[in-house]
């Protein structure tokens, strides 16, 4: 069973930075595209950023292009959202998931095609 362990969340003022960091068990990690998505209460998971398995393929969410910065260490097993000039519309729960489909450069931004995620971490963002 794969694990997945996010941190880094906080609270920080508007302007501010944090750093989450997602830890992910065994091999598998480097046979998948890593996603982060976000989502406050009552509303559905949305999608903030995918890195594709070797890092060549990044996409991210028009809301956050230009603040947030996504990377891996396949070494390590290890994916980063590096988030700048945070607004108090980004408070929300940050979870890391993993996707084994599609090829090398395969970057989905479907939740329904991810197989496996964290609990989160909870980001807020204070006015």
């Known amino acids: 069973q794969v694990q997945v362990v996010e941190s880094g969340g906080g609270l920080v003022q508007a302007g501010g930075s944090l750093r989450l960091s997602c830890a992910t068990s065994?091999?598998?990690?480097?046979?998948?595209?890593m996603g982060w998505f976000r989502q406050t209460p009552g509303k559905e998971r949305e999608f903030v950023a995918v890195?594709?398995?070797?890092?060549?393929?990044?996409i991210y969410a028009d809301s956050v292009k230009g603040r947030f910065t996504i990377s891996r260490d396949n070494a390590r097993n290890m994916m980063y959202l590096q988030m700048n000039s945070l607004k108090p519309e980004d408070t929300a729960v940050y979870y890391c998931?993993?996707?084994?489909?599609?090829?090398?450069?395969?970057?989905?931004?479907?939740?329904?095609?991810?197989?496996?995620w964290g609990q989160g971490t909870q980001v807020t963002v204070s006015s």
């Open positions: 998931e993993g996707s084994l489909r599609g090829e090398g450069g395969y970057a989905p931004r479907l939740e329904g095609q991810y197989s496996y």
């Open positions: 065994g091999r598998i990690f480097s046979m998948s595209a």
């Open positions: 890195i594709s398995r070797s890092g060549g393929n990044i």
